[in-house]
């Protein structure tokens, strides 16, 4: 019986090897000298594989991965991963056509992105007040973003709290680590590197539960209704400041490189079920579990 995507590893990420197929079985190779040595993936139960610096994949191998229904993303050299799904396999209609009434409806779009700010708010108190070497306590920050939140008469007003919300996160961070710093995409010091490659991540886990429930990624309910992907990054907020806002500050601080990061980020997307909260909260809308009456609430 095949696995749930629900219940599925979140992300498997690999370097320096290649993926191939042996014997009906995915596994990559690493090669030491002369030595070559084989290792099981288990494709029926990874949801993303992510290639990194120093890997191939067969054709055969790419087949095996897309019969289970797996992304594939590259992303060697710390640049923008480039995810890859097989198009061969058709989607269930069922959630589109539960989706699309709801995108249609601005009364529907807002209460959804509401109650996603209230669950990325209390995501991020629990992960940072566990986490090794973070153990930040940010209600009060979290409750004033969800008075804010409840009190948006729109969708740029909940967008207004959040950029509010961010910048609250990022001077706590630089507090506690003690250092000086500025969210710009693209910049070239580390902390803001591994927070661009690091977002990727949760990205790709946001692409890949819309791609299993058949939903397109242009029918957001919070970012503008023109940018291309616009869901997938309304859905990697509920986990990205959780799981990877924390990590970047604290691998630099640690002097972590690239690869260290990523394996810390993935291993706390991992931890808080990353992939499963995104499936619930994506059903949950879906079936008409968020009312549009309800308010975030401090």
């Known amino acids: ?133 973070v153990e930040i306590n940010c209600r009060e920050i979290a409750d004033n973003f969800l008075a804010r939140v409840a009190a948006a008469a729109d969708t740029q007003g909940v967008l207004i709290a959040e950029a509010w919300f961010a910048k609250q996160l990022y001077a706590l961070l630089s507090r506690h680590f003690s250092t000086q710093f500025t969210r710009q995409p693209k910049a070239l010091d580390l902390t803001n590197q591994f927070l661009d490659n690091g977002n990727y991540l949760a990205y790709g886990l946001a692409a890949c539960s819309l791609w299993i429930l058949g939903i397109p990624h242009s029918l957001p309910v919070l970012h503008g209704k023109t940018r291309r992907g616009a869901l997938v990054f309304d859905l990697a907020d509920l986990v990205k400041d959780a799981a990877i806002m924390p990590n970047a500050f604290l691998a630099v601080a640690n002097k972590e490189n690239e690869s260290q990061f990523r394996r810390r980020a993935l291993a706390t997307l991992d931890e808080i079920k990353a992939l499963k909260c995104l499936f619930a909260e994506l059903t949950a809308a879906c079936n008409g579990d968020i009312n549009p009456t309800d308010q975030p609430s401090a």
């Open 1 to 133: 019986m095949p696995i749930l995507p629900t219940h599925k590893t979140t992300i498997e990420y690999l370097e320096h090897c290649r993926v191939q197929a042996a014997d009906e079985r995915l596994v990559y190779v690493k090669r030491k000298e002369a030595l070559e040595q084989h290792f099981a993936i288990p494709y029926g139960n990874t949801s993303v594989l992510l290639l990194g610096p120093g890997t191939s994949i067969t054709q055969q191998a790419a087949r095996l991965a897309a019969s289970q229904g797996m992304l594939i993303g590259f992303c060697a050299g710390g640049a923008t991963p480039i995810y890859l799904a097989a198009l061969n396999e058709y989607r269930e209609p069922e959630y589109l056509q539960k989706w699309y009434p709801l995108w249609e409806n601005p009364v529907s779009r807002l209460a959804i992105a509401k109650h996603w700010q209230k669950v990325r708010a209390e995501l991020v108190c629990k992960v940072w007040l566990k986490l090794d070497g």
